[in-house]
């Protein structure tokens, strides 16, 4: 009724006719008008007298803003047939306005997801341009009284009745903050802003990738106030439901200056702001609240709000402030370019410091991720081994000091312990703030100059700085501070806040491991130029992510001593290798991942880059036992520093390889070749088909890999029908991909249908005279997909194939060493046992060590006189390595753990399922996982696949895609693999699943 009445006027007023769709409003009536399927406009009606006030300056900022020709969408109003941009007119009897303002097509930030970095830049951008814009504009009507206006917030303290004192605890210190900053706060620049840009009045393109941002509607809140709280307003919203909220708010802020400029004062204010404007906003639900007690969405939509205002008032307010400057641009602390030309003038001995030492020079020690004198987890976590080595380096180098770490990433602080939650998965504190000094416990440690103390404690318990003291020292007009850690506890029992120290005197003696929270004796020392509110304790490492802002906080040490050692020892960077890489190395090496990772350490189920960012490895079966499995890396250093030859001699590492990787076997399969790769184990097994049979036929599956030999490829539809192939050899017969899901034949018993291709493929071969070698497989057809084989299938493909004369080769490159969880082997799962078992990546751990077993019967026959030897092949080294390997299988039951946390994973993830039905298939044994990903029409997703995999990675979790349609994640991580982990991977998936790019139905 009252929309043809809104026709009709939009007919009489507008000449404009077409469909209307209501839209929400607070105040107005609003309307989305469409005319013939194409151009659209908002229609809104306001009755409120205070809104009907507002039109006219509206309409002005509108016209103003639309002059400046900004960025971005500016809703424009369209005139009337009386030429102008309103009209009175009659609803439903009452009076009422009418406008018409152009639609901004586009979706709304509220239901845009993921938001990122690069969003919330644009968001502060665009509205910086828009505030820029206003800066010239101005209205009577803005100077109104308003009590969303931020520089008005004090109202709310008449309704502080409204709050429990829990709320109140959150809510008054901000009420606090901004009356003890109002003096500085009323002077700040002030001009008209938008002041609304919420969740639902920020337009975002449609582009489900990287969307940017479109427009800002709704000008009713527009008023006079500072500018600044155009930007408070936008953060409050912009970091809403975030893990976070500091660190989503940075982009936005650095959007808005790169647009209009603020001041280091303004930024100064912002922090309590944004408290602020939560306030305002939980007063406002607190009132309406207590009028519509029914409404129970109130009660919704506040959590949120509170949500973010307890995470806010966690974060020190110094930190927030410094975190905007650097955003900005300006310095994080404003005395840092004072301190660093005091620092330049002045120079200090590290006599002063340790004046017990001869000593001046320093040696640079590297510990950081990449270092290979810290060697791996276990070696550094080994203290009596650490320190063995350290005293082994000053024995070496008498007249030096031992130091560094300033800015390293130390792979010393990546486990779970330090992390923390970012708003992309779980980061690591890794980066040192301070340098530390390796000398010997009882080394007195003096003061370099003038100070108070500050603190003076014992930070008990593990990883902790033990005896710790912080100094003041005040110079001229400036003050900062310098930490000394692990220092011995009774040495500075003495010291209380507040005592003098003078330059020269005493501060304490280092530490030893067990009153230092068990570090090798060292001071770690570090500047600081802010105390941020810490009164008993100080952070040492901090995240990759901050670093620029810690740096800034807490100065280079080296500024006073000037070591030439102790400069910062720049790393290669990916930019520094991809270069030479690209140039000189293979161009067909392919290099995963849209950003490439460097990779320079691994432990368990991590990969740990060059910045110490650790990845969650769902990819690599090769580090089968975890990466750098300490013990496994033992058995291969220990060999490698006695003896390594090849097997032309004798050596009984040879047999105790060979024999644990045969109990492992069946009955019969029990002679070993070693080799050094899959392609080459593959290879091998090839030509003992050969020879054994006279045959040259062999038959393989479609979308099969088996290596990277011509032999293999040869055999690898996977390689010759992909790019760049040669297409099928003459004496490569495929059979169709068994893949009872989306292969030729689907559902359950389909393995006598695809066992039926053998047969149909073998006779082929006969009726051309042709003999059959041999039949190559893998049990879960990796490449394919990870495609596990059809019920029954091998059993009666393996009878054709012997009847035929031809061998049978299981392919357990990735399958094999325990990863299927029920079984040790991939082929018995299927209760079958082949001829030749070929055996991979798994077996050295990453060490390249592969293996052919066969029978008796089979070796016998490919001893035909002609030697096989192999270089490398069986060498003592790989061969220690491999029994280690599988030994840390038995020893720490890592197929036992495959089955568990496999099956746990696989129905979870069959749970997941029911939420995405993009996850059409999800298959496969133990830790050797694929989900394979279609629309409802069954059609494959493979850019969903790929989009998957690459925010995966953003998260921190490493995965691959596959498949012919390279629509298959597969995970098959270090059988490590933990419960939680698994955990970790799921969260990531359900929450990457419901990102925009994969959740908007698939119905291709
Ligand atoms: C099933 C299978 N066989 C053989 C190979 C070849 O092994 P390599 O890369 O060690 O030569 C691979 C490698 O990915 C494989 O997946």
Redesign the pocket.
């Known amino acids: 009724m009252e929309s043809n009445e809104i026709l009709s006027l939009l007919a009489e007023h507008y000449k404009l006719k077409g469909s209307l769709i209501p839209l929400a409003g607070e105040l107005d009536l609003n309307y989305k008008l469409t005319i013939d399927n194409e151009t659209a406009f908002i229609v809104k009606i306001s009755r409120d007298p205070e809104t009907i006030s507002s039109i006219a300056f509206q309409e002005a900022l509108l016209r103003h803003l639309k002059e400046k020709e900004i960025e971005g969408e500016v809703p424009q109003l369209i005139p009337n047939l009386s030429g102008t941009y309103q009209k009175e007119v009659f609803l439903n009897g009452k009076k009422a306005i009418l406008r018409v303002l152009q639609w901004v097509e586009g979706r709304l930030w509220s239901q845009t997801n993921p938001i990122l970095s690069d969003l919330r830049y644009g968001l502060g951008n665009h509205l910086g341009n828009i505030a820029q814009n206003l800066q010239d504009f101005k209205h009577p009507f803005a100077q109104r009284s308003f009590e969303w206006n931020l520089s008005e917030c004090l109202w709310v303290e008449q309704h502080l009745g409204l709050f429990t004192a829990t709320e109140l605890e959150l809510v008054t210190p901000f009420i606090t903050a901004f009356k003890t900053h109002q003096e500085t706060y009323n002077q700040l620049p002030k001009s008209i802003i938008h002041n609304d840009a919420n969740d639902h009045n920020i337009v975002v393109s449609q582009a489900l990738i990287q969307p940017k941002i479109i427009g800002i509607i709704d000008y009713g809140d527009a008023c006079y106030s500072q500018t600044i709280n155009d930007l408070a307003v936008a953060c409050t919203y912009g970091i809403m439901d975030t893990e976070d909220p500091l660190a989503a708010s940075l982009p936005i802020v650095k959007g808005y200056h790169q647009a209009n400029e603020l001041s280091e004062t303004a930024v100064s204010h912002l922090y309590h702001l944004i408290g602020m404007r939560l306030v305002i906003s939980l007063t406002k639900a607190a009132i309406n609240k207590k009028s519509h007690p029914e409404n129970k969405y109130l009660l919704v939509s506040e959590k949120p709000a509170w949500a973010l205002l307890h995470k806010w008032r966690k974060i020190n307010s110094k930190r927030a402030y410094y975190s905007f400057r650097k955003a900005c641009g300006f310095k994080a602390h404003p005395n840092l370019a004072k301190f660093e030309q005091w620092g330049k003038a002045n120079t200090f001995s590290l006599k002063t410091l340790f004046p017990s030492q001869k000593k001046q020079d320093t040696l640079h020690l590297d510990l950081s991720v990449s270092s290979l004198w810290i060697e791996n987890e276990a070696a550094f976590n080994d203290l009596t081994y650490f320190q063995y080595k350290i005293e082994r380096l000053q024995e070496a180098n008498p007249h030096k000091i031992i130091a560094g770490g300033y800015l390293e990433p130390r792979p010393l602080y990546t486990s779970e312990d330090y992390d923390i939650q970012s708003n992309e998965g779980p980061i690591s504190r890794c980066v040192h703030l301070g340098v530390d000094f390796w000398l010997p416990s009882k080394t007195p440690v003096h003061a370099l100059l003038d100070g108070r103390v500050v603190m003076a404690l014992d930070r008990k318990g593990e990883k902790e700085y033990g005896g710790f003291v912080v100094l003041e020292h005040q110079i001229d007009a400036m003050h900062f501070y310098t930490l000394y850690g692990h220092l011995d506890p009774e040495s500075i029992a003495a010291h209380k806040v507040g005592d003098a120290l003078k330059k020269d005197s005493l501060i304490g003696l280092l530490g030893n491991k067990e009153n230092n929270g068990n570090w090798a004796p060292h001071l770690h020392f570090q500047i600081l130029l802010d105390l941020l509110d810490y009164t008993e304790d100080f952070p040492g490492v901090q995240t990759y992510q901050e670093q620029d802002l810690w740096a800034d906080l807490c100065p280079d040490p080296n500024l006073l001593f000037k070591s030439e050692e102790l400069k910062p020892k720049l790393k290669p960077t990916t930019e520094d290798i991809m270069p030479f890489r690209k140039k000189h190395l293979g161009k067909s090496l392919s290099i995963q991942y849209q950003e490439p990772l460097q990779v320079v350490r691994g432990y368990g189920a991590y990969l740990i880059d060059q910045n110490g960012q650790k990845y969650l490895d769902t990819v690599n079966n090769v580090a089968h036992v975890g990466h750098e499995h300490p013990s496994v890396v033992k058995a291969g250093q220990q060999q490698m520093a006695v003896l390594n030859t090849n097997t032309r001699y004798l050596h009984p590492n040879l047999n105790k390889a060979a024999k644990a990787i045969i109990d492992t076997l069946p009955k019969g399969l029990e002679v070993v070749h070693f080799v050094n790769?899959?392609?080459?184990?593959?290879e091998l097994a090839l030509r003992m088909a050969y020879t054994v049979t006279g045959g040259k036929e062999v038959i393989a599956s479609e979308h099969g890999?088996?290596?990277?030999t011509n032999g293999?490829i040869g055999v690898s539809s996977y390689k010759f029908n992909g790019k760049g192939g040669q297409g099928k050899p003459k004496d490569t017969h495929l059979i169709p991909m068994p893949d009872a899901f989306r292969g030729k034949y689907r559902g359950e018993n389909t393995g006598s249908l695809y066992a039926q291709e053998v047969h149909k493929t073998i006779a082929s071969i006969q009726e051309q005279q042709k003999t059959l070698a041999g039949f190559i497989i893998?049990p879960i057809i990796?490449?394919g997909g990870q495609v596990p084989l059809p019920n029954n299938f091998l059993a009666l493909a393996y009878k054709a194939v012997r009847a035929a004369g031809g061998l049978c080769i299981s392919?357990e490159?990735?399958t094999g060493c325990g990863r299927m969880g029920t079984h040790f082997w991939g082929f018995e799962l299927y209760g079958v046992s082949p001829d030749i078992v070929?055996i991979?990546?798994p077996l050295g751990n990453g060490h390249p060590v592969?293996a052919v077993v066969c029978t008796q019967e089979v070796a016998q026959k490919f001893a035909n006189g002609m030697e096989f030897f192999n270089t490398f092949g069986g060498n003592p080294v790989s061969c220690a390595i491999a029994s280690e390997t599988l030994n840390v299988v038995k020893k720490e039951k890592l197929q036992e753990n495959a089955n568990q946390v496999g099956s746990y994973l696989i129905q979870a993830l069959k749970t997941l399922q029911k939420d995405f039905p993009i996850l059409k298939d999800i298959r496969g044994h133990g830790l050797f996982i694929g989900i394979e990903l279609l629309s409802d029409q069954q059609n494959p997703l493979a850019l969903e696949t790929s989009y998957l995999a690459n925010r995966m990675k953003d998260l921190g979790i490493l995965m691959s895609t596959d498949g012919p349609d390279h629509n298959v994640l597969k995970i098959k991580p270090p059988m490590v693999f933990s419960f939680s982990q698994a955990d970790r991977l799921l969260h990531g998936l359900r929450r990457v699943l419901k990102e925009d790019f994969l959740s908007v139905p698939k119905t291709l």
């Open positions: 790769s899959g392609s080459e184990a593959n890999y088996h290596g990277n293999t893998e990796s490449c392919d490159v990735q070929t991979g990546k592969a």
